[in-house]
């Protein structure tokens, strides 16, 4: 089975723009889960999805937002593009709900987006 | 909320050294528990996993980790390292119906 993936791999914006990252799961896999990943922070959830819902926020100002399509691949998008953005946006999937209890989640290499 | 610590940011050993990293976690109900290293210019991988049964778990790699409930630990060990285990670990901790947390994750340099 192909692993999870990320486009695009590298992307560069300035302040102020919008960045779109698309993110197709493991075949079969229903879940979707992404993470911001930077040295200071480490890895932190932004959402996940289920079913073309989200189950699940971190603690992200609504300029990051996401959506789900009916073939599971997920998109993510942040708006107002920030310095702070800058970081490697990781995604995962899993079977299931990811919440749910002895479900495990397979990471894809992430988009490294850099904000200048 | 959730919280997980490892306690190492960083360990330098040598070639052959015995590894054992440690991951405590703050949450007294059922855990799922996992640790995923991230190899240089690689993604995350799954080293191992406990969901329950035997808390001494063995996973890929030569890897190995114990679940001591009491302690709320979850230390990663392999008996002797390699050049190709240079990486960045990560313990991970989730109750059920809550997110996936991880720890800040130790980097690992082992000098040939």
């Known amino acids: 089975k192909a692993g999870v993936t990320q486009t695009p791999r590298y992307l560069i914006k300035t302040r102020g723009q919008q960045v779109t990252l698309s993110c197709s799961p493991i075949?079969?896999?229903?879940?979707v889960s992404w993470y911001q990943q930077t040295p200071g922070q480490g890895l932190q959830f932004l959402f996940e999805y289920f079913s073309e819902t989200q189950r699940n926020k971190g603690n992200f100002p609504g300029r990051f937002s996401g959506r789900q399509f009916s073939n599971s691949r997920s998109e993510m998008n942040v708006s107002t593009l920030e310095l702070g953005d800058s970081a490697l946006y990781l995604c995962a999937s899993s079977p299931g709900p990811a919440q749910a209890i002895q479900e495990t989640q397979y990471f894809g290499p992430g988009t490294r987006l850099l904000v200048l | 909320a959730q919280s997980v610590s490892q306690h190492n940011h960083h360990v330098i050993l040598s070639e052959a050294a015995s590894l054992e990293l440690g991951c405590n976690y703050s949450y007294g109900g059922t855990v799922n528990l996992f640790w995923y290293v991230q190899y240089p210019g690689q993604h995350l991988q799954l080293l191992l996993k406990y969901f329950s049964g035997d808390p001494l778990v063995k996973g890929i790699k030569g890897f190995e980790a114990e679940f001591i409930k009491s302690k709320f630990s979850f230390n990663l060990r392999k008996p002797s390292v390699q050049w190709s285990d240079t990486a960045e670990y990560f313990c991970a901790v989730r109750a059920a119906g809550n997110k996936l947390t991880f720890g800040g994750g130790t980097r690992v340099l082992v000098k040939p």
């Open positions: 075949s079969g896999h229903r879940s």
